[in-house]
């Protein structure tokens, strides 16, 4: 009897270790199936160890650019203005220049009206820095100025007295086009040295100015004197 009961307690011993170790295998086994389901929703294009790095990488640089692209883009900015300036002759970047801060106009926006003043100037022998001079007295380099009295543009050209100088198929209101505008103007200039036979006299008819001190013509001379001065010293930096 007592044989029985110690066998019967060793097997209950023995089926209580099984048990426990079959718990431990079906824990285990659970536990394994459970990471690898884990690993498979985690398993996705940007969250693999190759994917976040190559994520890392496409978006840092977009992100901020570094200084080296920064002083890269600073060198094209340059680079385009200096090519703007290359379509004008050396000796007017200094005006140019000078025109900006007196005027307080951008060199983008005067830049046309030094290339038309230098082109007609040179088709006409008249030296460019005056043209530019009159247009500063008498516009400050607005091409869409207009007088009480009716003069318009750049160069202030009164219609009713020069219109047989504008192109044909154009009307008055082409001369708030600098291009029209400086060359009609420029006509009207060498007609009135040549009636006043002299630059003087000349720009005091241009104006319609009949003082005999010369005033007008005088400060235009002296605007010329001041462009000449900042050409030359543009053209002793660029040297």
């Known amino acids: 009897m007592s044989v029985s009961i110690t066998l019967n307690k060793s097997m209950a011993r023995h089926l209580d270790a099984v ?13 394994l199936l459970l990471l690898g389901s884990v690993g498979l929703v985690f398993k996705g294009p940007g969250l693999k160890a190759g994917g976040i790095s190559k994520t890392v990488v496409s978006v840092v640089p977009a ?17 385009d203005a200096d090519t703007e300036s290359a379509s004008i002759s050396p000796n007017l970047v200094g005006a140019l220049e000078y ?4 005027y307080r106009v951008s060199p983008e926006a005067v830049l046309p009206v030094f290339e038309v003043a230098e082109l007609i100037g040179q088709e006409r022998r008249i030296d460019p820095l005056l043209i530019l001079a009159i247009i500063g007295v008498e516009s400050g380099f607005n091409p869409f100025a207009e007088s009480s009295m009716g003069a318009r543009g750049l160069m202030q050209v009164i219609p009713r007295f020069h219109m047989d100088k504008v192109p044909d198929g154009t009307g008055s209101r082409q001369l708030f086009d600098p291009a029209v505008n400086i ?4 006509y009207v200039l060498e ?9 003087t006299a000349g720009l005091q008819y241009y ?15 002296a605007e010329k004197a001041r462009l000449e001065k900042a050409a030359r010293r543009g053209s002793e930096s660029n040297a």
């Open 19 to 31: 048990s426990s170790f079959t718990q431990y295998v079906l824990m285990i086994a659970g536990l």
């Open 63 to 79: 992100a901020s650019a570094s200084p080296a692209q920064e002083t890269a883009g600073s060198s094209v900015t340059d680079a």
């Open 99 to 102: 025109v900006k801060r007196r």
């Open 183 to 186: 060359r009609v103007g420029v």
């Open 191 to 199: 007609e009135a040295i040549r009636r006043r036979g002299g630059l």
């Open 207 to 221: 104006a319609g100015s009949s003082d005999s001190d010369g005033g007008y013509a005088s400060k235009v001379l």
